[in-house]
């Protein structure tokens, strides 16, 4: 019922920022939570932020916490994340996802984006 395109990946130096972007399609984008996963090659997808319907109830990991902002505008169907103070660690494909609650499990969400890759140098 929704369909979802990530951009905005790129490398950058640690301590540099970037924002990355998840462009939806569907007229009930707005009825969904969403979310940012990351995935680091050889390790399973890990939960970074979520957001719920209306963009007033937020969730971030405690690795991401203070250094990353989720955010959305449902008027423009698309999911923001902005990374500042990036780290090595940081490094992995970002998958944006839509589901029907606020929740850190992947397994929750129904749809997913192809990913972007973020790639932090020390």
């Known amino acids: 019922q929704v369909q979802l395109v990530e951009s905005g990946g790129g490398l950058v130096q640690a301590g540099g920022s970037l924002r990355l972007s998840c462009a939806a399609s569907g007229r009930t984008f707005s009825t969904y939570a969403m979310g940012w996963f990351r995935q680091a090659p050889g390790k399973e997808r890990e939960f970074v932020a979520t957001?719920?319907?209306?963009?007033?109830?937020?969730y971030y990991a405690d690795s991401v916490k203070g250094r990353f902002a989720i955010s959305r505008d449902n008027a423009k169907n698309t999911m923001y994340l902005q990374m500042n103070s990036l780290q090595p660690e940081d490094t992995a494909l970002y998958y944006c996802?839509?589901?029907?609650?606020?929740?850190?499990?992947?397994?929750?969400?129904?749809?997913w984006g192809q990913g972007t890759q973020v790639t932090v140098s020390s």
């Open positions: 957001i719920n319907w209306s963009g007033g109830t937020r």
């Open positions: 996802a839509a589901g029907g609650r606020v929740t850190s499990s992947h397994r929750e969400y129904n749809y």
